[in-house]
């Protein structure tokens, strides 16, 4: 299979992160994930179809929805001056480990782009303002997402 067929039969979540990546004219991406399957499958997805497109990828990180402290993890996903983020995790795993990304002082929600898992309206209350002002994400469908001033947006017709 050529690169181009490979990219042309990613999932339209992975493409739509893509896409909302690159409108951040990023080159450079640090990828973190959860390690539930979905979250690895997504960050796993997204590093082929972004290097095949010409990407870099400085650190791909995981880290698990309990611990005793991320800061391993955190400190690893946020090292390296990337242009951008990219996350793939569901709403329990980032609840424990965004506090400790924004605890950093290196990461920024507004350059970090994630998968669907993360569209949860209760999200800014579970993590904080720091950790969802600017967040921008992707849908299964496509659609794409941000939180503002603690509110869930979407382009989707009906969305919250």
């Given at each position: 299979m050529t690169r181009k067929q490979f990219v042309?039969?990613?999932?339209?979540?992975?493409?739509?992160?893509?896409e909302l990546v690159r409108q951040q004219r990023a080159?450079?991406?640090?990828?973190?994930?959860?390690r539930d399957p979905d979250s690895v499958s997504n960050?796993?997805?997204?590093?082929?179809t972004w290097q095949s497109m010409g990407g870099e990828v400085g650190a791909v990180v995981s880290w698990p929805a309990v611990a005793a402290s991320w800061?391993?993890?955190a400190c690893r996903f946020?090292?390296?001056?990337p242009d951008a983020w990219v996350v793939a995790d569901e709403v329990a795993g980032w609840t424990g480990f965004a506090p400790r990304l924004v605890a950093t002082g290196l990461w920024r929600s507004a350059r970090t782009v994630a998968f669907g898992s993360l569209a949860?309206?209760?999200?800014?209350?579970?993590?904080?303002?720091?950790?969802t002002d600017g967040l921008r994400g992707a849908r299964p469908d496509g659609s794409a997402w941000t939180f503002r001033d603690g509110v869930l947006i979407?382009?989707?017709a009906g969305g919250r």
């Open positions: 042309r039969s990613e999932s339209v979540e992975v493409m739509a992160v893509v080159v450079l991406v640090n990828v973190g994930h959860g960050a796993s997805a997204f590093v082929e800061l391993r993890p946020a090292a390296g001056a949860d309206p209760g999200l800014p209350e579970l993590v904080g303002f720091e950790a979407s382009d989707r």
